[in-house]
């Protein structure tokens, strides 16, 4: 055993010093990293603060870490998101693996440049291999100067390795509430100390010395991090036993539940990473917070009918006057639909009725309201009809604001730290109207899907969000720096560097990128070579299409008209609807496509002033114009409502679901009856969907009969491959990118262009900027895209060229799979950039 | 590449990529210690905020800069670079 000298490090630079609580940046005052120092920089040439290897150097040059012989390693990260520069500014002077002597340059830089183009200067020195140091500086330091003593005596205690072969524990799980912390760490390493064995603690690749308080703090172990203990020599087995059973116990830490964290031993997994489903795109590093409603105590009994009667009285009363607040707060949003919603839920009179019956028994106000709505939760639960099941959280939730105002408790405004990323079994809108979203950068549920409150909210305020992650993210400890990448749909426990920053560059990237398309959004989709394409909306409502103005939107592509009445028990009088026509189609003008398509509901769609059978496999059954041909007068009703606005926009009027080519032809005669009726001498033009593929191959036979195709993307692509593209496990490859619909959309595109008419693309397949080229290439005369993507389509046409467009997609159709076309227009889209780029120079 | 033409953009948008910088005023951030040691307000050319800590200047005469004065006038770093440009380091909370 050797003892080890105190190491000074030198001052890799000349500068101002600062705490690293000071730097504002989480990733780096998080001590995530590790622990150190920063300075602000007054010298331009980065110097080793120790001799040792350079262990590590970014390829940009903005980073470098050097170890030295006994294991200490120093990172050093010039500025603050400088790894956006890709390397301008930056000289490297130093190799990877290169021996480097104290105070030999590492790294040049241009302190200009960089203060001009990156967001600090500020530079980052840190002892990444986790020994205490003491700081010997402060104020001005100059290079060369001792900065840091660094400790290194107990992190190399145990040289004397012991020979032969390890053992290795099965892998556990940590209980302790915040890691392996000083205390537990060094009850830790003083229980391995007694024996002779060299013992190692073990989390996913890295590894510790068991006897090293340092290096098992270094490990920065979390609540339920999955752990492993090794050991090699004589008395091997019983330390592993040992320190197996001491972890598992809490090493001296009282931990919840000492059963059930031997029960998750069983259950472990290697946990660096937890997956989801992405219910809102993006990317985040913050710290987790969990969120935990409290339990409310309920007595059954009550006290005499009439004053619990009252109590119900005034707690409807005060949850009626508190959502209308907050609808009045939230105008115009989602959420304000969300609680208008609510509202009408507190005067449903079954949910009263079932609450009165109770109060008449004597039951308590609070016991009567809660059993009613949980009673009737269950029942749109049980109908298993993923939409109805939202609306039992909503029941639920309505449910228990009520029951809170009975009860007198409090709601106690979040107090929330800076950065969180929410942790919830399931957000409820109260929960989440109450939110500081300045503060939140993003959601984690258990429970939900894309239809979700949480998924809405977080698309509206454009922050990232997944739902579907497993029950263990709840275990997770407040504080936790953790990794969201929505768009992979994986939330990552022990993110690194390198990741952090590559999410970090592509989330500003993004931002820059929107600012920009959106300030060119009226700007027409014409590509390079002059080939124009239409850019249209996709809307459920009159705002929508104004919004979709502002945005550059040259007109509706698909107005989802059962959307319009979509919360109705009864159907909308004819007049009503004309009137929501004939706004819409004024709002848009005579010279803009307006498309309506018809009523398009079904099992899996339920409107409520259209009852139906349930059946057994709703996504095969009256759907669409199936289920309108079954009920022609909702179609008359529906046709006469749209031909009130002819005029006003140039009217389209689309059939969903059209598989027929009968279908076609009954439906068309309605509106010719309509019309007549109406004294129109002209009719609106009348095209069907694409999203059946027996209409795509029979397009040709179709198109002499219609006036357009518009083809529906998401259906056609479920039906094509046969995978319900909301299945747990078949969503992923439900891929409108497959060659298979692709090769439709070609038909489809070839038949109707034969014929004089053109097509669109409704379908989410529109809205995906990868996908442009392709559909382009094909031939697709106008994408209709949902509003907020409206500049970011348009601006992406602009990028491209159709014959090159052509000559990709040809190669597309004859490509294998879906990720193979993926992985083709991403390899164009990236030529394609770098050809304009170079045009601009 | 694609990377390269949203730097491009980016660059163009806006010389320093923080908004609430961008958006801090720009006149009298000296205070008028450091205008005189810095050569007086005729001896500069332009100045900004960049890069969270610093300000940059451009100066007609780095001749005039007073590296003690500065200091004098609480400013604790000042790097001195080509061209008359200086940055003076004024710290986090000095916007």
């Keep these: ?841 | 590449m694609f990377e390269k033409l949203q730097r491009a953009f980016w660059k163009a948008l806006t010389p320093d990529l923080i908004a609430e910088t961008v958006a801090a005023p720009v006149q009298n951030e000296l205070s008028a210690d450091v205008l005189s040691a810095l050569g007086g307000e005729g001896n500069i050319k332009s100045q900004q905020h960049v890069a969270l800590t610093r300000v940059r200047v451009q100066l007609q005469d780095v001749a005039e800069l007073d590296a003690a004065a500065l200091k004098a006038a609480g400013v604790p770093g000042v790097m001195v670079l080509g061209g008359g440009v200086v940055h003076l380091l004024t710290g986090l909370n000095s916007v």
């Design chain 1, 1 to 841: 055993m050797t003892a080890t000298q105190p190491l000074e490090l030198l001052a890799p630079l000349s500068g101002v010093l600062l705490a690293l609580d000071t730097v504002p940046d989480p990733v780096f005052s998080s001590r995530l990293i590790g622990d150190g120092l920063c300075i602000d920089p007054t010298s331009q040439t980065l110097c080793a603060p120790l001799a040792g290897v350079i262990s590590n150097i970014q390829d940009s040059g903005h980073a470098v870490s050097v170890t030295d012989d006994n294991g200490v390693q120093v990172l050093m990260h010039i500025g603050l998101d400088t790894v956006n520069l890709a390397g301008q500014g930056f000289t490297r002077l130093v190799q990877e693996g290169q021996r480097v002597a104290v105070g030999q340059p590492l790294i040049e830089f241009d302190a200009d440049y960089v203060a001009l183009n990156a967001r600090s200067l500020l530079t980052l020195v840190l002892v990444v291999s986790g020994e205490p140091f003491t700081v010997l500086a402060n104020g001005l330091v100059e290079v060369g100067q001792p900065l840091m003593q660094v400790s290194p005596g107990e992190a190399i205690e145990a040289t004397d390795e012991e020979e032969g072969d390890a053992l290795f524990s099965k892998p556990l799980t940590l209980p302790n509430a915040n890691g392996l912390h000083a205390r537990p760490a060094a009850v830790f390493a003083q229980a391995a100390k007694g024996f002779n064995a060299s013992i190692y603690l073990h989390k996913q690749t890295q590894s510790a010395n068991a006897k090293s308080l340092v290096a098992i703090m270094a490990l920065q172990t979390a609540h339920g991090d999955t752990l492993q203990v090794s050991a090699a020599g004589e008395d091997a087995e019983a330390a592993i036993k040992a320190l197996v059973t001491l972890l598992v116990e809490g090493c001296g830490e009282t931990v919840a539940a000492v059963a059930e964290a031997v029960e998750a031993v069983a259950a472990v997994s290697s946990a660096t990473l937890l997956r989801g489903v992405c219910a809102s795109p993006g990317s985040a590093f913050g710290q987790v917070v969990q969120v935990v409603e409290p339990e409310l105590a309920i007595t059954e009994q009550g006290a005499g009918e009439a004053a619990e009667r009252a109590a119900l009285q005034r707690g409807l009363l005060a949850a009626t006057e508190a959502l209308q607040a907050l609808q009045a707060k939230a105008a115009g949003s989602a959420q304000a639909e969300i609680f208008r919603a609510h509202q009408e839920l507190l005067e449903d009179p079954t949910l009263l009725e079932h609450a009165h019956d109770l109060l008449a028994e004597g039951k308590s106000a609070a016991f009567a309201w809660n059993s009613a709505t949980v009673a009737t939760a269950e029942q749109f639960k049980a109908l298993g009809n993923t939409l109805l099941a939202e609306r039992a959280a909503d029941l639920a939730d309505v449910g228990q604001r009520v029951l809170k105002l009975i009860l007198g408790v409090q709601d106690s405004a979040w107090d929330l730290p800076e950065r969180a990323i929410l942790i919830a079994e399931q957000l409820t809108p109260s929960q989440t109207a109450s939110l500081d979203t300045r503060k939140v950068l993003g959601f984690v549920t258990v429970g939900g899907g894309a239809t979700s409150h949480v998924a809405i909210l977080a698309r509206a305020l454009g922050l990232p969000a997944i739902c579907g992650v497993s029950l263990q993210v709840l275990s997770l400890a407040n504080g936790k720096q953790v990794l969201l990448d929505a768009d992979k749909g994986e939330l990552h426990l022990n993110p690194d560097l390198a990741e952090i920053e590559r999410l970090e560059a592509a989330r500003q990237q993004q931002t820059l990128r929107r600012q920009r398309e959106v300030a060119q959004a009226s700007l027409p989709a014409t590509t390079r070579d002059g080939h124009h394409v239409e850019v249209t909306a996709n809307v459920a409502s009159l705002q929508e299409v104004e919004q979709s103005l502002t945005l550059g939107g040259e007109g509706v592509g698909l107005l989802r008209s059962e959307f319009l009445y979509l919360d109705r028990n009864r159907a909308p009088s004819p007049e009503e609807q004309a009137g929501t026509y004939t706004a819409i189609a004024r709002a848009l003008g005579a010279e803009r496509n307006l498309v309506v398509r018809t009523l398009d509901v079904g099992g899996d769609k339920p409107l409520a002033y259209v009852p139906m059978e349930a059946e057994t496999n709703p996504f095969l059954g009256l759907r669409g114009i199936r289920l309108c041909l079954e009920r022609p007068e909702l179609l008359r009703e529906q046709f006469r409502a749209i031909l009130a606005s002819a005029g006003f926009a140039r009217l389209h009027i689309m059939l969903p679901m059209v598989s027929l080519l009968s279908e076609l032809h009954l439906a068309r005669k309605i509106l010719e009856e309509e019309a007549a009726a109406l004294g129109l001498n002209e009719l609106p033009k009348l095209g069907i969907m694409i999203e059946v593929p027996s209409a795509a191959l029979m397009a040709d036979v179709f198109a002499p009969h219609v006036d357009f195709f518009s083809i529906g993307t998401n259906d056609l692509t479920q039906y094509t491959l046969a995978m319900d593209r909301d299945h747990p496990r078949l969503a992923s490859q439900a891929d409108s990118f497959h060659p298979a619909v692709l090769r439709l959309i070609a038909t489809t595109v070839k038949a109707a262009h034969a014929h004089g008419k053109w097509v669109g693309v409704c379908g989410a397949l529109a809205s995906e900027a990868l996908a442009v080229p392709v559909l382009i290439g094909l031939g697709v005369d106008e994408l209709s895209v949902s509003v907020p993507l409206i500049p970011t389509i348009k601006a992406t046409v602009r990028e491209l060229d159709l014959a090159d467009c052509q000559i990709i997609a040809r190669q597309i159709l004859g490509l294998e799979e879906a990720a193979q076309v993926r992985e083709a227009l991403s390899q164009y889209h990236a030529a394609t950039v770098e050809s304009s780029s170079v045009l601009e120079h």
